[in-house]
Nanobody, 125 residues
Framework: VQLQACGGGLMQSGGSLRLSCAAA????????MGWFRQAPGTEREIVAV????????YYADPVKGRFTISRDSAKNTVYLQMNALKPEDTAVYYC???????????????????WGQGTLVTVSS
């Protein structure tokens, strides 16, 4: 499945952005969708995950209470709403799909078999 992520940009601290990730080639049904991020010089880290079928979610501690992951089945799109942005949120954000995951929430990179190209989020102080 091809994933297309968009919605990044430059935002002041405290602002909001919404990232989108659309799939071409197949439905997300039966998948888990994740957002990861990678800041310069750091490892790619998980941000949030949603199980497409159940709607259950996971959030990494640094973003809990500020970010929301959601999906729109009609549009075959997953979103990451990012509020109260902080400079430490600055990173390239990637969406990813574990298309073999009917249940559960994969929390590490090796489970994901499709990746989007990344979209840059820059938060200024």
């Amino acid at each position: 499945v091809q994933l297309q992520a968009c919605g990044g940009g430059l935002m002041q601290s405290g602002g909001s952005l919404r990232l989108s990730c659309a799939a071409a080639g197949r439905s997300f049904s039966g998948s888990a969708m994740g957002w990861f991020r990678q800041a310069p010089g750091t490892e790619r880290e998980i941000v949030a995950v949603i199980n497409w079928s159940s709607g259950s979610t996971y959030y990494a501690d640094p973003v809990k209470g500020r970010f929301t992951i959601s999906r729109d089945s009609a549009k075959n799109t997953v979103y990451l709403q990012m509020n109260a942005l902080k400079p430490e949120d600055t990173a390239v954000y990637y969406c990813a799909a574990d298309t073999r995951r009917r249940i559960g929430l994969p929390l590490t990179r090796e489970y994901y078999n499709s990746w989007g190209q990344g979209t840059l989020v820059t938060v200024s102080s």
